[in-house]
């Protein structure tokens, strides 16, 4: 593989905030600076916590692919989940999802009826826009959940299942799902936000806002692999006056049983995976702490070589041992939208871990064109059931991430 671009976590400096692309795009524009610093609380013994303003992104090492990718195949592979929503009112989690896939600047159309004739309306703002201003969050997304983002006396915090109330969840999602998307897209933390009061905001805020209310009780699959991303400093103390240290989580995560956690237990291996790759660029980890994430990420790596179907893909017993001793890896039915998300969940991991430390690109090859193949047809499930798109939207992401193509609106983040 060729060496990587070690400047590629400085690529998306955006100098002046207000001038760059998402700012520009969204029409938002923030009245303070709120980015590396914050007011005591409202009993003035939190301290400031400083958050970076570009977060570091992992770096993407692509397979050395032996077959080309037929051009065809992939077009039609990503229309299956481009931004033509058929839902009137988008649900948080599908905002997410898109979002996450196609990047910040990426539009959106909404499916509406003239004489009985489908037609899409464009929307005139990016679909991130939803994300970032809690008034195009009231005309796109809002049902059952009021607003977005509320101020709060740690900043501002986004509405997710553990923040609302139950009546309010069927719109929301996973704790930290949304500072983990902005991570992943490596928005700036000086990014504006507007909030449902009409007052502004940044990102810096949300993000802070979750490092004083983190606890290692809570869900902290996604919230984890956004502190790792934006935090200056590797060790704060939260509102509970506790200490937090990246270095704990990781600890943490990896000593959670293989399988286990939502997505079938890959969202630990994204979390692991995130972790050392930061480390590669801003070392944070202790040693022990370092080999422990190496060698749980290993073992899975031998899972998933020895667990692969032979179309390519995995199912959701891709760390059974037993299925593939026994020989009934291929003998049992798996629906459609397991195989591609299962699948597609694994190779946005491995392919932020360098070759050396995962499975064969022969089988990161087949895995690829194996979701490839089989994303058309998802595309009549997602317009039946938006749930259908999330799945598939990281299958999606994946091969945006193995082709070169840009995951970042203008920036491609492929090492080369």
């Not at 740690?154 to 969840?169: E, H, L, M, N, R």
């Amino acid at each position: 593989m060729p060496e990587p671009d070690h400047n590629f976590s400085r690529r998306i400096a955006m100098g002046i905030i207000l001038s760059s692309p998402i700012a520009i795009a969204t029409g938002l524009h923030c009245s303070h600076e709120s980015s590396h610093s914050t007011n005591a609380g409202a009993d003035g013994a939190l301290r400031a916590l400083e958050i970076r303003t570009n977060p570091i992104v992992p770096r993407v090492y692509p397979p050395n692919l032996r077959e080309p990718i037929d051009h065809a195949l992939l077009t039609s592979a990503l229309d299956a989940v481009d931004t033509h929503f058929v839902s009137r009112r988008l649900p948080v989690p599908l905002i997410y999802h898109a979002v996450r896939m196609w990047g910040p600047t990426k539009g959106f159309s909404i499916l509406r009826s003239i004489d009985s004739k489908p037609s899409w309306k464009r929307a005139d703002r990016p679909l991130i826009s939803v994300m970032l201003d809690d008034e195009q969050f009231t005309i796109y997304s809002s049902y059952g959940l009021k607003s977005l983002l509320r101020r709060s006396p740690y900043g501002v915090q986004v509405a997710s299942y553990q923040a609302i109330d139950k009546a309010d969840a069927g719109n929301a999602s996973h704790v930290g799902k949304y500072h983990d998307t902005m991570a992943k897209l490596g928005v700036p933390s000086t990014t504006p936000l507007k909030l449902s009061d009409g007052s502004t905001a940044t990102l810096a805020d949300a993000i802070r806002d979750e490092a004083y209310r983190f606890r290692p009780e809570v869900e902290i699959e996604w919230i984890s692999q956004a502190l790792i991303c934006y935090m200056s400093h590797p060790v704060w103390i939260n509102r509970f006056d506790e200490q937090v240290s990246l270095n704990n989580i990781v600890s943490r995560v990896a000593s959670r049983s293989v399988g286990t956690g939502d997505c079938d237990g890959t969202h630990i291996a994204h979390v692991l995976a995130t972790a050392l790759a930061v480390d590669r660029e801003k070392p944070y980890l202790t040693p022990d702490v370092r080999t422990i994430a190496q060698s749980y990420l290993s073992h899975l790596c031998a899972l998933l070589s020895e667990n692969q179907r032979s179309d390519g893909t995995w199912d959701k017993r891709w760390f059974d041992v037993a299925k593939s001793r026994r020989g009934q890896i291929d003998k049992s039915f798996v629906p459609l939208a397991e195989m591609i998300g299962v699948t597609g969940h694994h190779l946005e991991w491995l392919l932020i871990t360098p070759p050396e430390f995962r499975i064969s690109d022969d089988a990161l090859e087949r895995a690829l064109q194996a979701v490839i193949g089989l994303m058309p047809r998802a595309s009549s499930a997602i317009q039946e059931d938006w749930h259908v798109y999330a799945p598939v939207s990281h299958a999606g992401r994946a091969i945006l991430m193995a082709t070169g193509e840009p995951v970042h609106a203008g920036v491609s983040n492929v090492a080369r």
